[in-house]
């Protein structure tokens, strides 16, 4: 895409993944009160990942997939508890304004599964070698917290997914109970699901930048598709200054917004 000036007018929302459902909904309802908003766009994946993308992440990247579960575990009854559901209140609220105002909504972000290919192959060689490296230490041990994280997490992602009216208790006790389950094995297979929370955090921050542009490019073709001047764009904090500038450079108007200038 080029840089050139358009008559498209971003409203950039920035939120906390764990900010309560009523905030957001007041957050958005201000705005909405004074702006003819065309379409909603918000940072769920544009492509959920299936199991062979998972499989092929995880030749790659192991103690990353091992991580996408551990995380799940550990913020996904966290966000359940605090807006209902596994997926924020901003998407929430974002999907719930749309449909009242029979408005569009779209997904925008890219899964940092997709992305891991891409990455350097040193990534690959010390994943691998601290995956295995816990496996030759307690393989049983080790092997059977892999088993519970894998069996767990899936049961969360598709909690998640589906959006089930008993997500909030569900997501308790598949996540925060399935954390208990580990507790009583030693510290090696403690650390080994640690690991994989590390390297999960390290990917996503390493993909951060990429993931913006990829946002920011389905965004303005979207909206340049259906000659919109007026959209609402909701992603997490972190990724505003990113995505801010990435509009700008395309000559797009962006109004910034989150829970302190709202």
Same mark, same amino acid.
């Given at each position: ?23 957001? =909904? ?10 003819? /908003? ?17 499989? =092929? ?34 998407? =929430? ?44 230490? =307690?393989? /049983? ?19 998640? !997914? ?47 930048? !990429?993931?913006? /542009?990829?946002?920011?490019? !389905? ?44």
């Amino acid at each position: 895409m080029g840089s050139e000036s358009t008559d498209l007018t971003v409203h950039l929302h920035g939120e906390s993944h764990f900010r309560s459902y009523e905030a957001v =909904q007041r957050s958005l309802e201000k705005l909405t009160a004074s702006v003819d /908003i065309d379409a909603f766009y918000h940072e769920l994946p544009s492509e959920v990942p299936g199991m062979k993308r998972y499989i =092929q992440t995880a030749l790659r990247n192991p103690l990353y997939v091992v991580g996408v579960f551990v995380t799940q575990m550990i913020y996904g009854p966290r966000v359940a508890l605090t807006c209902g559901h596994q997926q924020g209140a901003e998407n =929430q609220v974002i999907k719930e304004f749309a449909a009242a105002a029979d408005t569009p909504v779209t997904r925008i972000d890219t899964h940092p599964s997709y992305l891991v290919p891409e990455l350097s192959l040193i990534w690959t060689g010390v994943s691998w070698i601290v995956f295995g490296g816990f496996l030759w230490l =307690q393989p /049983i041990a080790v092997g059977l917290a892999l088993v519970l994280i894998l069996l767990l997490g899936t049961g969360l992602t598709y909690l998640a !997914r589906k959006e089930s009216d008993y997500e909030r208790p569900l997501a308790v006790l598949l996540g925060w109970g399935g954390i208990l389950l580990l507790l009583p094995l030693n510290f090696i297979p403690l650390t080994f699901a640690f690991a994989g929370f590390v390297a999960h955090g390290l990917v996503v921050r390493a993909t951060l930048g !990429r993931r913006d /542009i990829e946002m920011v490019n !389905r965004t303005i073709q979207d909206a340049t598709a259906h000659d919109y001047t007026q959209i609402w764009v909701s992603v997490g904090y972190k990724h505003l200054d990113g995505m801010s500038d990435a509009f700008e450079s395309h000559g797009v108007e962006v109004i910034c917004h989150n829970e302190t200038n709202n």
